[in-house]
């Protein structure tokens, strides 16, 4: 893994955006390097490129490879999924799918859980891809913007505490989301009932 990393950036230094546009492509589907390690080696160069630029072709690069890892999904199905990844792994995110739809994409785009399973799966579980794609770009976008902005304005500080950082936002990101999820549940809940109280009062029951 550590070569493969430094594989990767060494990439970033002979290719700058494009070599991290084709990381964020192919990571987005089957590469284990996150772009997150790209965007601070660039921002971190002694003439780095503008974090605007480096943000937007990160997040454009994934979401394409987002539609990548879809079309896989879509025509390998089941099996091609099962045998990249642990069965139980398969069985938790189909059941997240069901249950929380597009809002599971969002949490996968946004925190460091394999946005990779998520993608396939989509395609597999047919999915509908604009809306996967759509999701991806604020999730992905989200996240890319905040970590070139916060690497171009505190510069190497961020490293010493990007683990805690990351580790910080994904959980308060997850409980914002699951009070959301909660809300809305709730609140459907609620019409639902508020609707059957109507309905009997104008049947008379």
């Known amino acids: 893994m550590q070569s493969l990393k430094e594989w990767t950036l060494n990439l970033i230094h002979q290719y700058g955006l494009a070599g991290l546009f084709s990381v964020a492509f192919v990571e987005s589907s089957f590469f284990p390097v996150p772009p997150d390690v ?16 480096v943000a937007t072709i990160c997040t ?14 879509a025509y390998g199905g089941y099996p091609l999924l099962r045998k990249m990844f642990k069965e139980e792994k398969v069985r938790a995110v189909e059941q997240i799918y069901n249950r929380y739809g597009m809002y599971a994409i969002f949490i996968a785009a946004f925190t ?33 913007f905040a970590v070139a902005y916060l690497v171009h304005f505190f510069g190497e500080a961020v490293l010493k505490q990007f683990d805690r950082l990351l580790l910080v936002g994904t959980v308060a990101f997850v409980a914002l989301g699951a009070g959301y999820i909660y809300y809305r549940t709730r609140y459907s809940k609620v019409r639902r009932i508020a609707r059957r109280l109507v309905q009997n009062e104008s049947t008379g029951e």
């Open 60 to 73: 454009v690069g994934s979401v394409l490879g987002a539609g990548f890892g879809w079309l896989v999904g």
């Open 112 to 144: 460091p859980i394999p946005y990779k399973v998520f993608t396939i799966a989509s395609g597999a579980l047919r999915y509908n891809i604009f809306t996967m794609m759509a999701v991806s770009v604020v999730g992905r976008g989200a996240r890319f």
């Open 38 to 53: 790209l965007i601070v080696a660039l921002l971190l160069a002694p003439q780095p490129p503008s974090p605007f630029w």
